[in-house]
């Protein structure tokens, strides 16, 4: 066992004895060590809990013949860093998360790890962590919070944490009360766990799921559900199965697992955020993943959920329809279905006795949302090496859309335009200068098109940015343009007034300047400044590479 390299032979005493100031026993000695990497936090909703499903896991552990042993990550709850200096250090923070894991597991010779994530961030660097080190892994989410319930004079109606954002915009436009606003704040999300829709987060976990390193049920089973502690429970007994096969994740995480996660991610119509970090998996195992290949998978996979905010069902009716294994069943015959999991079988095996529960969630093949995908790679000479947008939450009237620049340096600028309303309709909003170098750190610009939203202006204006948008975002968003501003992208060449054309359905987009304009105007640009000087977000936008390279360290 690698654990041997602290527990067995006679220079290993000084070792023992440090083992045994954890209470550990003598007999304990030969069993192997799993490390529980756990991201539990006070101050994340989605994870504030998380010490319970670690327990379950543990007792799993123990019960399979390990020793497990806690430890801990950082993690960064998105909505509470949205809209202020806090978000720079979102998507950094998965690069730390992945790095922290290595270190701990390595300086502690562990023998296999159960990974426990929720929130946007975290899972995709765990899961880097977990190809990187390729010891055998297991991985088991928090799971989503239920959606919210506010009361109206006819009952109540369904709310959650995207419909506060977009309350934000329809106090700033006279259409809702502050006092309604407070009410809404109150109820929108009602405990523990991921936010209710297919955001970034429950995204990520169903899609960990569909690449085969969770259990069926690990993407949907809510937070509070009594069968959340049953999967964890299970997880701890599952990892000791893996060790004692060596089956390792990338046995389980290889194109055709990167491909059945795109297939299913298309399906859902998830966030945008999932490109990014299935780039920057891919990354860590060593796997080829041209952007390319997004709008291939799309083409032939089919839309078969409008979940929030695409539409109005939430995680919790996902998991009563079926669940992932539910959606992928009903995808058979466009996924690689003998690619192994976690569960000691092959996708093939878990879906064969699942069936869709409930029609309206997940849709038949023959009645699907969209005869293509919820996500597409735009390219053109504005986007050269790629943007991408959630098309799944575009309007129709907006798919195709051609408009004169309003160009805006920064977020916070973009923001008071809207609340000032100085946006007209027909405009492209283009927020610039917030891609992974010159942010730095790709924020995520919920609050600018949460406000259009509620201003009811999401079907009359555009937004393109070289940053990222939050899943809860809906609109004609456009993010990760590349190369960014920064890096002397054709982004960084626009000004007020240059038209812009959005053709979604054909994957372009395009600014109306000839190429020699474009060179001319970026040879005319002052060197880039970076915002940040000191700390972690400087030492970030040295190494960061592109956003369509997955945002991954150089």
Same mark, same amino acid.
């Not at 896991?57 to 042993?69: D, E, I, M, N």
């Given at each position: ?10 220079? %290993? ?8 100031? =954890? ?10 060590? +799993? ?7 006070? +101050? ?5 809990? =998380? ?5 379950? #896991?543990?007792?799993? &552990?123990?019960? /399979? ?88 004079? *006819? ?49 990520? *976990? ?39 096969? *060596? @089956? %390792? ?20 119509? !998830? ?48 998991? %009563? ?13 466009? $996924? ?40 597409? +790679? ?44 100085? +946006? ?7 927020? %610039? ?5 010159? !942010? ?11 406000? $259009? @939203? ?12 070289? /940053?990222?948008?939050?899943?809860? @975002? ?31 359905? *054909? ?24 915002? #940040? ?10 190494? &960061? ?10």
């Amino acid at each position: 066992m690698k654990s041997d390299a602290i527990k067995i032979g006679i220079e %290993r005493a000084p070792h023992r004895s440090l083992l045994y100031a =954890l209470g550990c026993s003598p007999a304990e000695m030969s069993k192997p060590f +799993i490390g529980i990497i756990n991201s539990f936090s006070e +101050i994340v909703p989605g994870h504030m809990h =998380l010490r319970d499903i670690a327990e379950a #896991v543990k007792a799993g &552990v123990r019960s /399979g013949g390990g020793l497990p042993f806690e430890v801990n990550t950082i993690a960064v709850c998105d909505g509470l860093a949205m809209n202020h200096p806090g978000m720079k250090y979102s998507l950094p923070s998965r690069e730390l998360i992945a790095d922290s894991v290595e270190i701990v597991a390595e300086a502690h010779a562990f023998d296999a790890l159960v990974f426990i994530p929720n929130c946007d961030k975290v899972i995709p660097g765990m899961l880097m962590a977990a190809v990187r080190l390729n010891l055998p892994a297991i991985f088991i989410s928090g799971g989503p919070m239920l959606k919210g319930l506010l009361p109206t004079d *006819n009952g109540f109606s369904v709310v959650d944490l995207s419909s506060v954002f977009e309350a934000v915009g329809k106090v700033a436009g006279g259409q809702m009360t502050e006092l309604e606003l407070e009410q809404l704040e109150g109820v929108a999300c009602p405990g523990c766990g991921s936010c209710s829709g297919l955001f970034t987060a429950n995204t990520m *976990n169903c899609l960990t799921e569909a690449l085969g390193m969770g259990l069926p049920g690990n993407g949907t089973i809510p937070a509070v559900d009594s069968r959340r502690r049953q999967l964890a429970k299970e997880a701890g007994q599952q990892i000791m199965a893996l060790l004692a096969n *060596n @089956t %390792r994740p990338r046995d389980i995480i290889n194109k055709e697992a990167i491909h059945n996660a795109l297939s299913v991610d298309m399906a859902l119509g !998830g966030s945008t955020n999932s490109v990014l970090h299935l780039t920057a998996v891919a990354h860590e195992a060593g796997i080829d993943f041209l952007l390319p290949l997004v709008n291939e998978i799309s083409q032939r996979t089919p839309q078969l959920c409008k979940i929030r905010p695409a539409g109005d069902h939430h995680i919790e009716d996902l998991d %009563r329809a079926g669940g992932i294994a539910a959606v992928m069943k009903e995808l058979e015959g466009l $996924l690689k279905l003998e690619s192994k999991t976690v569960s000691g079988k092959s996708m093939a095996e878990i879906i064969a006795q699942r069936q869709v529960m409930d029609r309206e969630v997940i849709r038949s093949r023959a009645k699907a949302h969209s005869a293509t995908g919820g996500l597409a +790679i735009l390219f053109g000479n504005l986007a050269p090496e790629g943007a991408v947008v959630k098309k799944a939450a575009v309007a129709p009237e907006m798919m195709v859309h051609r408009g004169p620049a309003r160009v805006f340096d920064s977020e916070e600028e973009t923001t008071q335009a809207i609340i000032n309303g100085k +946006i007209k309709p027909g405009e492209v909003l283009v927020i %610039r200068y917030e891609g992974p170098k010159g !942010g730095p750190g790709m924020r995520e610009m919920l609050t600018p098109t949460s406000l $259009l @939203t509620g201003m009811g202006m999401d079907k009359e204006v555009a937004l393109l940015t070289d /940053g990222r948008f939050s899943g809860a @975002t809906r609109g004609a968003a456009i993010g990760h343009i590349s190369p960014e501003a920064a890096s002397r992208g054709a982004i960084a060449a626009l000004a007020d007034g240059d038209m812009i054309k959005i053709d979604i359905p *054909n994957c372009q987009l395009e600014v109306e300047l000839s190429d020699k304009e474009i060179a001319n105007r970026l040879a005319r640009l002052p060197d880039f400044e970076p915002k #940040v000087k000191t700390g972690y977000l400087r030492r970030y936008a040295e190494k &960061v590479s592109s956003a369509s390279t997955g945002a991954v360290f150089r």
